[in-house]
């Protein structure tokens, strides 16, 4: 009997041995991969900054009623030239001031006898001041009492809005990035503070989500200064 095993049976065992051996590695260093990748943290991070208004929306509706059309007619128009006059007289262009087309409502169509009103017609419209001098249309605005003063009435809107000014914020994407670096950074503080308390490090980052910008007034009393806030949410990596 030959104790000799042949080498063309050694050769073939050598190789299993080895790739068992190697797949063994391997296999254990993927779960060493796989559990510090599933290791993380999920932190938010905010950031606020008071801006100033740039742009300022004010519609002024007006209406007249009668019972001779003609006669509501040359009524509004002559209300509507002088709300421009009042505007451009303060210092507003052309450009500046939008003129609605006006709406006529004719109120006896659908009422009878006794609930007819008075007066049959209605008209109306509303002339806009659109402008980014916000500082100069604060001061028309503490005067506005002069054009009721004028006999004009003022009212409601057409679309059932009120006159009153609206104030925004236009200029977002020039304070944005310096506030989402803001909101990050302080993620980030947030994180380091968790790994601290847990005995690890702060590793690379494994998502990143802008969140919400929001814009507000930073009170009922002062429309014209916003809040604008913006919230990030990271995902870093833990390490031993």
Do not use: C
Not at 206 to 223: F, K, L
Request: net charge neutral; glycine share 8%.
């Amino acid at each position: 009997m030959n104790d000799r095993t042949p080498l063309s049976l050694l050769l073939p065992a050598a190789l299993l041995a080895i790739g068992l051996a190697g797949g063994g590695w391997l296999a254990a260093n993927g779960m060493i991969k796989l559990r510090t990748a599933d290791r993380y943290v999920t932190v938010k991070g905010s950031a606020e900054k008071e801006v100033a208004a740039n742009l300022l929306v004010w519609p002024l509706a007006h209406s007249v009623s009668g019972n001779d059309l003609a006669e509501v007619q040359r009524q509004l128009d002559a209300n509507t030239a002088q709300i421009r006059d009042f505007f451009i007289s303060a210092g507003f262009g052309e450009e500046e001031i939008i003129t609605a087309p006006p709406r006529l409502e004719d109120r006896w169509v659908w009422a009878y006898g006794e609930n007819r009103p008075a007066e049959r017609f209605r008209y109306s419209n509303s002339v806009t001041l659109r402008t980014q001098d916000v500082a100069k249309a604060q001061a028309v605005l503490r005067r506005s009492g002069e054009l009721i003063s004028r006999g004009i009435l003022l009212s409601g809107s057409s679309d059932g809005e009120s006159n009153g000014p609206e104030f925004s914020y236009t200029d977002l994407n020039r304070i944005k990035p310096a506030l989402i670096a803001e909101a990050t950074a302080e993620a980030r503080k947030a994180a380091e503070q968790f790994a601290k308390d847990s005995g690890a490090d702060i590793g690379g980052i494994r998502s990143a989500n802008q969140g919400v910008i929001t814009i507000t007034e930073r009170d009922r009393g002062s429309p014209q200064i916003k809040t604008v806030r913006v919230v990030t949410t990271v995902e870093y990596f833990l390490k031993d």
